[in-house]
């Protein structure tokens, strides 16, 4: 349910940014209490560039 925070999965960010949209701080927000409660259960978190910006960038 793409209603649900904890079923979003991917969270991104603005060019230039590091930081959140309220959207994707509910995500992580959610995630980590998930977390929090199920102290037994693992993540693993992963980050990727894109390709914008000049190369010197």
Do not use: C, I, K
Not at 26 to 50: I, S, T
């Amino acid at each position: 349910d793409m209603d649900d925070p904890l079923g979003r999965r991917v969270v991104y960010f603005d060019f230039d940014s590091s930081n959140l949209t309220p959207e994707a701080q509910r995500v992580v927000e959610a995630h980590a209490q998930y977390l929090f409660n199920n102290p037994g259960m693992a993540v693993v978190l992963e980050g990727h560039a894109d390709e914008r910006g000049t190369r010197e960038y």
